[in-house]
Structures are given as structure tokens and as C-alpha cells.
């Protein structure tokens, strides 16, 4: 996995799926997966989420798809986002809300990028009503996670108030990163 992740970092995106579907064809060959991968339970879901990001950006959308539904299929919370923040991606809005509403015991930071993809999805649907709850979310929640305030602005199409979030950070030294 921290191979595949690697190989995406550097966009060797062909590779980076030719090694998961090297990881996978290993494991689809064997009825005890966690004796090849001792980390097998806690990687598995982490492995189909990156064959799914290679698979978009090769430009197999429909393959990335059903991969990143196969990754969500777990309820990990991780991948029930990544899958909501793909079809987003794609113009799905209403496909997104699907994985959202399964999401559970999030961090707050988690919970910030839950609302901030459910913000996406309104905004997509001209769902104004959940529009504002988010965007208040998301305000009085900043500080667990700045991005995804600042991402929620963006979807929103409040630009200025963006810039101005976006040079605060900047003049923050705590906050600069």
C-alpha cells in the first residue's frame, strides 16, 4: 500500500495500478489472504481505494467507480468518503449522499470533510436550504479542519470570502502549512 500511494504521489498512475493489480491477483489466489499480508484486515480496503484512484486517473471512470464502491463496502470511513467525493467529481450529487449517510464516528476533522462533500452535493443539487446548514457547519467548525472550510467556500462559490480565509492561513505561522 505505501508503495501504491508512492507511485501515485509521483502520478505513475499506470504503475501504480499494474502494482495493485499484482496485489490483488495475489490475494484473489488464496483462501487466507492474511497469510500472505499480515496486515491484510486493515490494508485491504486502503489498497482498493488506491487501485481505484490509478483506475480514474488512467481514465477508466466507470472501473474506478465500481472499485471505489468496492473499497466503501467495508463502511470504513475513509472509503465511504473517498466514494462520496468521487461522484461528486463526476456530477453525481445525489449518488454521493448514499455513502455519506452511512458514515460513522467520524473525528472532527473527519466530520468537516463529511460536510464539506455533502456542501458539494448540495450546491450540485440547488439544494439552497442544505447549502446554508453546511456552509454554517463548516464555519463555526473551521479550526478542526481549514481545508476543508476552505473547499466548502470554494463549492459554494463564495470566492472572496475564500481569499480572505486563504490569506489569514497564510499570515497564520501555525496555520501557513
Avoid at 501515485?8 to 500472505?36: C, R, W
Amino acid at each position: 500500500v505505501q508503495i501504491i500511494a508512492a507511485l501515485g504521489h509521483q502520478e505513475h498512475y499506470a504503475a501504480m495500478l499494474a502494482e495493485s493489480d499484482t496485489v490483488v491477483s495475489a490475494i484473489e489466489s488464496t483462501n487466507f489472504p492474511e497469510k500472505l499480508f499480515a496486515d491484510y484486515y486493515e490494508q485491504y480496503g486502503e489498497l482498493l481505494d488506491l487501485r481505484a484512484v490509478a483506475l480514474e486517473r488512467e481514465g477508466q471512470e466507470a472501473e474506478a467507480a465500481a472499485q471505489f464502491k468496492t473499497a466503501a463496502a467495508g463502511n470504513s470511513v475513509n472509503q465511504l468518503i473517498n466514494l462520496a467525493a468521487f461522484y461528486c467529481d463526476l456530477s453525481r450529487p445525489a449518488d454521493a449522499l448514499e455513502p455519506l449517510r452511512r458514515v460513522q464516528g467520524t473525528s472532527p476533522y473527519g466530520a468537516m470533510v463529511v460536510e464539506s462533500i455533502r456542501l458539494e452535493a448540495a450546491v450540485q443539487l440547488g439544494d439552497r436550504r442544505q447549502t446554508a446548514a453546511s456552509l454554517r457547519y463548516l464555519r463555526q467548525h473551521a479550526a478542526d479542519a481549514p481545508g476543508a472550510y476552505l473547499d466548502g467556500l470554494i463549492s459554494a462559490n463564495q470566492l472572496d470570502r475564500a481569499a480572505h480565509v486563504l490569506v489569514q492561513q497564510l499570515l497564520d505561522l501555525d496555520e501557513r502549512q
